[in-house]
Nanobody
Framework: QVQLVESGGGLVQAGGSLRLSCAAS????????MGWYRQAPGKQRELVAS???????NYVDSMKGRFTISRDNAKNTVYLQMNSLKPEDTAVYYC????????????????WGQGTQVTVSS
């Protein structure tokens, strides 16, 4: 089994910053792309940013320049630095990873964290 555990969410005023972390653990053989998604009340879950195991990043246009994704492959951890936060960034943020487990090294499976709440007040 593989677990993704997020941390770092909370309440912040508009213009403030937060740093989210997501650590993967369990029977991991390798991790390909890791990413952050978010879901606001009444809206669909959407991609925020992703990063490959080689460090290539992808951002949704509205996050570019404000959010930075990074990862520590040795720690199986992905981070999301969020600056200049806006009330519309309020959402539950989910970590996602494409993982090959020790039991299924030829198959990449999608894993999700439980989510962490980010609330930005105006």
């Amino acid at each position: 089994q593989v677990q993704l555990v997020e941390s770092g969410g909370g309440l912040v005023q508009a213009g403030g910053s937060l740093r989210l972390s997501c650590a993967a653990s369990g029977s991991i053989f390798s991790i390909n792309t890791m990413g952050w998604y978010r879901q606001a009340p009444g809206k669909q879950r959407e991609l925020v940013a992703s990063i490959t195991n080689g460090g290539s990043t992808n951002y949704v246009d509205s996050m570019k320049g404000r959010f930075t994704i990074s990862r520590d492959n040795a720690k199986n951890t992905v981070y999301l630095q969020m600056n200049s936060l806006k009330p519309e960034d309020t959402a539950v943020y989910y970590c996602n990873a494409g993982v090959r487990t020790e039991w299924t090294p030829l198959v990449e499976l999608d894993y999700w964290g439980q989510g962490t709440q980010v609330t930005v007040s105006s």
